[in-house]
């Protein structure tokens, strides 16, 4: 297998070569890969099943330790694929409270950040398009 990312590649049953695939890929491409899935009601409104995960937004926990819970997004860390929600904090053995890292699959976003003019225009074109 080749070191370099390929663009071309389409996709593999091997589990190998698509974390492969998810570690090589520059950041541009990274960035779609961290989209979530949108509420009901913002589905409807958007006519998208989901978007880019952004600061700020309000999401829903689904899955692990804090399942149900919700919160706003503080941090997206592109590289490594994960992202910090604020109410979603482990302590630490010293009493410290550390951001949790968790993957957008096991999130749902109740709430959109739209101070950002142009992520606003993308949002209104998915229903155009569609």
Known sequence: MKNEFSKNWI????????????ANAPINI????????????LREQYKTRNI????GDTVLIM????K??????????TKQLVVSVDSAKNTTKKGNKVPLKIRP???LIKD?????????EKLKS???TR
Request: charged content about 40%.
């Open 105 to 107: 699959s096991a999130l």
């Open 112 to 120: 959109i950040n739209i101070s950002d003019n142009k992520r606003m």
């Open 68 to 77: 149900g819970t919700e919160g706003k997004i503080d941090k997206v860390y």
């Open 11 to 22: 996709s593999s049953s091997s589990p190998r070569k698509q974390r492969k695939y998810r």
């Open 52 to 55: 880019a995960i952004r600061k």
């Open 126 to 128: 998915y229903g155009k």
């Open 63 to 66: 899955r692990g330790k804090f």
């Open 30 to 41: 990274k960035r779609k890969m961290l989209s979530v899935h949108l509420s009901k009601e």
